[in-house]
T-cell receptor
């Protein structure tokens, strides 16, 4: 069965701290896609990154970085030097090879305090 | 380019009433998805249209939910009659995937419709 688990329900940090959001997934497919979305207080889901299962290279985009490890079925997301504007709910999600639907984790609510 | 739009943004109805949610995808996107997040839980898939055809409706909770996509453009999701457990945020998303190829682009989400059933 396919499943995405975000074990951290809520995380609270102080501005400028680094924070890592964990994501563990389960799928029988060898080809799949992993995503991270951000949901700020305004409510819309904002796409952050897509990674396919054949590309295990880590990615960095500004203060954001992603660590994809197939050996542990994890796709973790790190925010370096967090800012108050990073406060949001972050969702990790999976698409299997034959499906188009996103399978979401439960979401991690990140609160960055000044 | 306009993003995905949803109407209404909020709806409060009484149990037993009917509500219709509307989604306008990004122009040119053949794929349209409906998702729902019930309070505090994960976002769950409801169904997927490719143009006007239902590709996957495995997530529809029961026959009180009816989705249509007229002419492959906008989509409506009707709940009739609404029950208390239908309360939540309903998201619509669109993408320009290539179904069957195993290649999937990111899905662009609308702001959601918050439905409250009293």
């Amino acid at each position: 069965a396919q499943k995405v688990t975000q074990a951290q329900t809520e995380i609270s940090v102080v501005e400028k701290e680094d924070v890592t959001l964990d994501c563990v997934y389960e799928t029988r497919d060898t080809t799949y896609y992993l995503f991270w979305y951000k949901q700020p207080p305004s409510g819309e889901l904002v796409f952050l990154i897509r990674r396919n299962s054949f590309d295990e290279q880590n990615e960095i985009s500004g203060r954001y970085s992603w660590n994809f490890q197939k050996s542990t079925s994890s796709f973790n997301f790190t925010i370096t030097a967090s800012q108050v504007v990073d406060s949001a709910v972050y969702f990790c999600a999976l698409i299997q090879y034959q499906g188009g639907k996103l399978i979401f984790g439960q979401g991690t609510e990140l609160s960055v305090k000044p | 380019e306009a993003g995905v739009t949803q109407f209404p943004s909020h709806s409060v109805i009484e149990k037993g009433q009917t509500v219709t949610l509307r989604c306008d995808p990004i122009s040119g996107h053949d794929n349209l998805y409906w998702y729902r997040r019930v309070m505090g839980k994960e976002i769950k898939f409801l169904l997927h249209f490719v143009k006007e055809s239902k590709q996957d409706e495995s997530g529809m909770p029961n026959n009180r939910f009816l989705a249509e996509r007229t002419g492959g453009t906008y989509s409506t999701l009707k709940v009739q009659p609404a029950e208390l457990e239908d309360s939540g945020v309903y998201f619509c998303a669109s993408s320009q995937d290539r179904p069957g190829t195993g290649y999937y682009n990111e899905q662009f989400f609308g702001p959601g419709t918050r439905l409250t059933v009293l």
